[in-house]
């Protein structure tokens, strides 16, 4: 099956400081990708989902300014945590849209991205 | 905003129970799909279940899909240790463009 990487794996920073988590399709062209949060033992929660060529779409109460998606290629989306405050903390996991469907039903995940803020 | 509810949250058994997980909707959905999840890691799909009434068996899981197709359970038959993690009911609705997940149901089976 296709795979989705995700770098980097854990992250620590300091408060205040900006986190990029880059989101790759390996063997595949992703138009469509999605950036989900997840806090312990809690579900996943969509966040954004992010078109290559166009503005990512961010679900209600999500801030667009604190979290900067970028696609600008067909197998890379990134997302940016701005100034990170410890609340940011949390599991950030990427997905991709199967290319052959092309339905949302199948999703190709990352490993997903545990970021630690002190 | 489409809601998949998911019960139990928590659940501890001996190994050898059987247990079962429900994901259930107000919403009809096209398929849903039921994933497995480690800590650290990302989602793992199990099956998807597309039919409304349809019953798929994975071992010792059976997931069925009601037949409105706004509900899902998971039945684990003689839990092991193994079956440990969190799991999720997610499905897209309809109307909806994105996959989105239950709440989920944390399982620990101890020996």
């Known amino acids: 099956g296709a795979v989705v990487s995700q770098h980097p794996s854990r992250v620590i920073c300091k408060s205040g400081t900006s986190v990029k988590i880059e989101c790759r399709s390996l063997d595949f062209q992703a138009t469509t990708m999605f950036w989900y949060r997840q806090f312990p033992k809690q579900s996943l929660m969509l966040m954004a989902t992010s078109n290559e060529g166009s503005k990512a779409t961010y679900e209600q109460g999500v801030e667009k300014d604190k979290f900067l998606i970028n696609h600008a290629s067909l197998t890379l989306s990134t997302l940016t945590v701005t100034s990170a405050h410890p609340e940011d903390s949390s599991f950030y996991i990427c997905s991709a849209r199967d290319p052959v469907s092309g339905r949302n039903e199948k999703l190709f995940f990352g490993s997903g991205t545990q970021l630690s803020v002190l | 905003t489409q809601l998949l509810e998911q019960s139990p949250q928590f659940l501890s058994i001996q190994e050898g129970e059987n247990l079962t997980v429900y994901c259930n909707s107000s919403s009809v959905f096209s398929s849903l799909q039921w994933y497995r999840q480690e800590p650290g890691e990302g989602p793992v799909l199990l099956v998807t279940?597309?039919?409304?009434?349809e019953v798929k068996k994975l071992k010792r899981l059976t997931f069925q899909f009601g037949d409105a197709r706004k509900d899902s359970s998971l039945h684990i038959t003689a839990a092991q240790p193994g079956d440990t993690g969190l799991y999720l009911c997610?499905?897209?609705?309809?109307?909806?463009?994105?996959?989105?997940f239950g709440k989920g149901t944390t399982l620990s089976v101890s020996s």
């Open positions: 279940v597309v039919t409304g009434g």
């Open positions: 997610a499905g897209v609705s309809q109307a909806g463009t994105a996959l989105i």
